[in-house]
């Protein structure tokens, strides 16, 4: 069977309703209806796995609360209890979240967001930001590698950590500034995309269905 | 040249730069590039040339605040000051040394669209000018990948091929190979060269000549700010070793056609000892989890002695760089042995007795001044002690400046003066010569060789061939010791 | 002899308020640092409700040298709604934002660039300000425990749990862990905008990079 692709936007309006839908009292068969229909939602984008281990993950969260924690002494009940209830409420958002990642580049992201009127401003630093994730990872570790090969006092640590690091993200900004303006990055034209992005039946019939559960959820509250 | 006056495609006249500090880049250049030209701007660091591209890319005066340009100067048809950054982007192309941060999306497609997005390029279009670029430079390797798994040399080829995308008029590249092994560079110039047969203008500063010298047609010497020589490509190979040398030039030969020995068998390995001092740096069998995807299971093994600096060589840039990391217990899952006079290192023993001064220096410079850097490495080292090193690294008068604000070459001497000071036992250098005019080339082989005289095992990585033959007393291929071919193994 | 140009004003004209290339990516980069202290914290909440309720004081204290490098940086206006922009969309596309930590981030942010716009962008105690303002609003997220206290509990008292425990669990609940909660960041901010200046005066500034 083929998988179908949704567009960003779709996901966007999913998980707003996910939110809407979060902290609303919900009886036990309503959100395993809901997260099933998630999981479907997974399966139908071709992730199957992540549609299992996110409904796995589902029941061992409602037996942890309903089962485990109560019965352990109140001490260490005290620690999960309270976030795990809250995981637990926004675990639709967390599963629609999953997809969103998998299934979406920044690219694409950006051109859906661009399409609803959110100007470049906003955009490129969103890009910039998620861009510089792997190479601030990367700039960490070979500053904690440099770190390895001195000894350095425990009380200096954070400090000889922060300081390479912050220095490294500084002049990263210079470098990546220069790059970006000669390649033309401050053109006030409205930037075009190749991702070529359209609504498709998919997407109308996530968002229809969407809304049904939605409603259904809101009126059996 | 013919006759008739070619077109020019860029023109700076008069032009001076001076920068926020009150240093003057440039005196009164005039500089003419006529269009379907290659022109090599070289010279000594701090000499101007990488000023004279800010001035063609507009990144002189638009971008640098507080940097004053006076004269006049136009590229491309368009006038530099009058003409924005993104105009100008249309028409000049520019490329930079740094592969990591000269991308903006995290998948090469993207990546290539990039500046044609920015220009409001239909789609369509986009993807049209998008093939016949990767078709162009043969970059169909560099497709559908995420550029984040990519080398460097595979990233800055992407950076090349995206702004070949964009078709502009004249190419402006600064230094583009400093941060490159062989094979990357190798690609570059094949670029270089397409770019030039497809009748673009590129203007290229550089410190590194030997891939140069069948693509340039003019090159140009920078001295002090000022434009003191100009050759045709045939005066300019023809300089004699002297010649080159008076000028502070890198290499023009091919770096295969340079006298280098590359040992295939480690012959030192089981000798006796040489004096009173012990047996040096003995690795048999290493490898780690990284490594073991292109090395044979038996490891790496091979010896080197005190007394003598140990080269390694080939153009598998993360092989060599992977193979020092694990020698210093960087690396995880590290088998085999490593030992240093008679004494075995086990992974954190590696980590205190050895020293890696990294390609980025930026990364193990921590303090806010070299004399507390120098602290820090060696909390119980008397002053005199830390001067005399300081002294001997031509540092001392550097005390109380911080390490970000020296230059790299200052950088990398401090850095080896903490690992001095840190009486570490095994001194390993990543490609130490990366960027390095002539001088300072010299410098850092001069400064390896001094290096001997210590009771330390010095293992270099480098590709820079020139600095190879200078610096290094044995020399092992870096594809040799992942294959098993040296040192017999355990 | 040729006119000087000095950051060819000429050409850029009104750019000097508008955000420039420069300015967005700088935004971007270090609004990626300010992201990842966030979100760790944000993970570490998960450990204890106290620790939940000290997570935007926490995050305060330590996001400073971000948050003040990009105000010097950057002394225009924008650059904190952005910020938050980027931070509370990231939170969003993951599924871990309410409208109501939406709310009050989008509140922190007007308010602290109204901060900023007061002082001309400049001054230390404008800044602090403005970050401690920032930094309120990512109490919303321990928030629903205050203002769906019925619902939260509710659910918690179906999963089984003893009186006991909910008596207990509901201490966290009270005023004065609220103001707590408030008050946190504020104090936090102040300190994490000092530890952020004696960092600059240390390093950035005399290696030359301010």
């Known amino acids: 069977m083929k998988s179908i692709r949704l567009d960003p936007r779709t996901l966007i309006i999913l998980l707003s309703t996910a939110s809407v839908v979060a902290f609303l009292p919900k009886g036990l068969g309503v959100e395993i209806a809901l997260v099933s229909a998630c999981a479907l939602l997974q399966v139908a984008c071709g992730y199957p796995t992540m549609a299992i281990k996110w409904s796995v993950g589902f029941v061992v969260l409602v037996v942890l609360l309903n089962a485990v924690l109560p019965v352990l002494p109140i001490t260490v009940s005290t620690v999960f209890t309270i976030s795990l209830t809250y995981a637990r409420k926004i675990y639709l958002c967390l599963m629609v979240g999953a997809l969103a990642i998998r299934s979406t580049t920044v690219h694409r992201f950006t051109t859906a967001l661009q399409s609803w009127h959110i100007p470049q401003t906003f955009l490129i630093p969103l890009s910039i930001t998620i861009r510089y994730f792997p190479m601030l990872k990367s700039e960490a570790g070979h500053i904690r590698d440099a770190m390895k090969l001195k000894e350095i006092p425990p009380s200096q640590r954070i400090e000889c950590f922060t300081v390479p690091l912050i220095m490294s993200a500084t002049m990263t900004a210079d470098e990546l500034s220069a790059a970006a303006v000669t390649r033309g990055i401050e053109n006030p034209i409205a930037s075009t995309s190749t991702e070529r992005l359209r609504m498709h039946i998919d997407d109308w019939l996530c968002l229809a269905g969407a809304v049904v559960l939605c409603v259904v959820a809101i009126a059996l509250a | ?490 | 002899m040729e006119p000087t140009h000095t950051a060819s004003a000429a050409v850029q004209g009104t750019v000097n308020r508008r955000l420039s290339g420069k300015d967005l990516i700088n935004i971007g980069i270090f609004s990626a640092l300010y992201f990842v202290l966030n979100f760790a914290f944000m993970l570490m909440s998960g450990l204890h409700p106290m620790i939940w309720i000290l997570m935007p004081g926490l995050i305060a204290l330590t996001t400073g040298i971000p948050f003040m490098l990009m105000c010097t940086k950057v002394r225009k206006a924008g650059a904190v709604v952005i910020m938050g922009f980027i931070t509370a969309l990231i939170y969003f596309v993951t599924g871990m934002f309410t409208p109501l930590i939406l709310g009050m981030m989008a509140a922190a942010c007007i308010v602290a660039e109204s901060i900023r716009w007061v002082t001309h962008y400049s001054g230390f105690a404008g800044e602090t300000a403005a970050f401690a303002a920032f930094s309120l609003g990512m109490c919303g997220s321990p928030l629903p425990i205050w203002i769906f206290h019925d619902s939260f509990f509710a659910q918690i008292a179906s999963q089984g749990m003893s009186a006991d425990y909910i008596t207990t669990l509901d201490a966290f609940s009270s005023t004065p862990m609220l103001i707590v909660l408030f008050a946190a960041p504020v104090v936090l901010a102040v300190l994490g905008a000092l530890i952020a200046k004696a960092l600059f005066r240390k390093h950035f500034e005399k290696a030359g990079m301010i």
């Open chain 2, 1 to 490: 040249m013919e006759g008739k006056q070619q077109d020019i495609a860029a023109e700076l006249s008069g032009i001076s730069v001076t920068y926020p500090s009150g240093d003057v880049a440039l005196h009164a250049v005039n500089l003419s590039v006529y269009r379907g030209e290659c022109v090599l701007l070289c010279g000594r660091s701090g000499c101007g040339k990488t000023t004279i591209t800010k001035c063609m890319n507009g990144i002189v005066p638009h971008f640098e605040m507080g940097t004053t340009r006076t004269g006049k100067a136009v590229v491309a048809g368009l006038d530099i000051d009058t003409t924005q950054m993104y105009e100008l982007a249309l028409k000049v192309g520019s490329v930079f040394q740094n592969p990591k941060s000269q991308f903006f999306n995290l998948t090469s497609d993207d990546e290539m669209a990039f500046g044609l997005e920015s220009a409001g390029v239909d789609p369509d279009e986009i993807d049209r000018r998008v093939r016949a670029a990767v078709a162009d430079l043969k970059a169909e390797r560099l497709m559908h990948r995420n550029v984040v798994t990519m080398s460097g040399g595979e990233k800055q080829s992407l950076v090349y091929a995206s702004v070949y995308a964009m078709d502009p008029d004249v190419f402006v590249l600064d230094e583009p190979t400093a941060n490159l092994d062989a094979g990357a560079i190798e690609i570059l110039r094949t670029q270089i060269a397409k770019t030039k047969a497809a009748g673009k203008t590129i203007v290229i500063a550089e410190h590194r000549l030997y891939f140069l010298s069948d693509i340039i047609d003019r090159a140009i010497l920078i001295e002090d700010g000022r434009v003191v020589r100009e050759f045709t490509r045939d005066e300019f190979t023809a300089l004699s070793e002297e010649e080159r040398h008076a000028l502070g030039l890198r290499t023009l030969s091919d770096s295969s056609s340079l006298t280098t020995v590359i040992s295939s068998e480690d012959h030192m390995r089981g000798g006796p000892c040489s004096g009173q001092r012990g047996s040096g740096l003995e690795v048999e069998g290493l490898s780690c989890a990284m490594m073991a995807k292109y090395q044979l299971p038996r490891g790496v093994s091979f010896t080197a002695r005190h007394g003598e600096v140990l080269g390694i060589v080939g153009s598998n840039g993360s092989g060599k760089t992977t193979l020092l990391r694990c020698l210093a217990g960087l690396e995880r899952g590290r088998k085999g042995h490593v030992r240093f006079d008679g004494k075995v290192l086990d992974r954190s023993a590696s980590n205190q007795a050895s020293y890696l001064i990294m390609q980025d220096v930026n990364h193990q410079l921590f303090s806010d001044s070299v004399e507390n850097e120098c602290r820090l490495a060696a909390p119980s080292a008397s002053s005199a002690r830390i001067d005399g090193v300081l002294q001997s690294l031509d540092l001392l008068h550097l005390k109380e400046r911080h390490p970000m604000a020296l230059s790299g070459g200052q950088k990398q001497r401090l850095a080896i003066a903490t690992g001095l000071l840190a009486e570490k036992r095994i001194l390993l250098f990543d490609e130490p010569t990366s960027g390095l005019d002539f001088d300072h080339m010299v410098g850092v082989s001069k400064l390896m060789q001094d290096l001997k005289t210590r009771a330390v095992a010095i293992v270099v990585a480098t590709h820079d061939r020139e600095f190879l033959s200078r610096a290094c007393d044995r020399v092992l291929d870096i594809s040799d010791l992942l294959l098993g071919r040296v040192g017999g193994g355990v």
